[in-house]
């Protein structure tokens, strides 16, 4: 296989996929969780849910951020990959603090949001009660400025499905 990019090493892009396919399951099966366990808080899937999901999502979130900021960097002058950079994955509001509003959270911000996020809180309300929403939201600061981050992980998704196969 001949290198991609500029650097003398390339990533293992199934490595990288199946880590993304596992994060987009992890999400779009939680609601299943809930229906195959209905009401009982004590059932088994609900219980190995509780216990092992947001160290999961964490742990998936970080993993690709990094393959995927990574990558960009390798193939990062090649016109797909600024597209797939500039890809709206959520919203992002730079100053909370300041209330100045929100903006567009590209794919390349949101890799380097997810790395540097303090806190990363799945968008469920009570988990112990709720499945997953399609939504994480990341909290942070630069310099003094406290943000904030709604990452969609559909569109997180895709785009890093994108940035491996290296099509727009």
Same mark, same amino acid.
């Given at each position: 296989? =001949?290198?991609?990019? $500029? ?10 996929? $199946?880590?993304?396919? *596992?994060?987009?399951?992890?999400? !779009? ?5 809930? %229906? ?5 808080? @004590? /059932? &088994?899937? $609900? ?7 947001? /160290? ?22 090649? %016109? ?5 950079? %500039? ?7 730079? /100053?909370?603090?300041? %209330? ?7 794919? *390349? ?18 988990? !112990?009660?709720? &499945?997953?929403?399609?939504?994480? @939201? ?9 943000? =904030?981050?709604?990452?969609?992980? &559909?569109?997180?998704? $895709? ?10």
């Amino acid at each position: 296989m =001949v290198p991609n990019g $500029r650097n003398n090493f390339e990533l293992n892009a199934a490595i990288a996929l $199946r880590d993304v396919y *596992r994060l987009f399951l992890l999400f !779009a099966g939680d609601e299943r969780i809930f %229906d195959l366990a209905g009401a009982d808080r @004590k /059932d &088994p899937l $609900r219980l190995m849910r509780n216990d092992l999901f947001v /160290d999961e999502i964490i742990h998936l979130l970080i993993g690709t951020a990094i393959a995927n900021r990574i990558q960009l960097e390798h193939t990062g002058a090649a %016109d797909e990959a600024r597209k797939i950079a %500039d890809a709206a994955c959520g919203e992002l509001q730079p /100053d909370v603090l300041e %209330d100045k509003g929100s903006q567009k959270l590209s794919f *390349r911000e949101a890799c380097n949001k997810i790395v540097h996020a303090i806190h990363i809180v799945p968008d469920c309300g009570n988990p !112990a009660e709720n &499945p997953l929403t399609s939504e994480v @939201k990341l909290r942070g600061h630069k310099g003094k400025q406290a943000w =904030v981050a709604y990452l969609n992980i &559909p569109q997180y998704v $895709r785009a890093s499905v994108l940035n491996f196969r290296g099509q727009p």
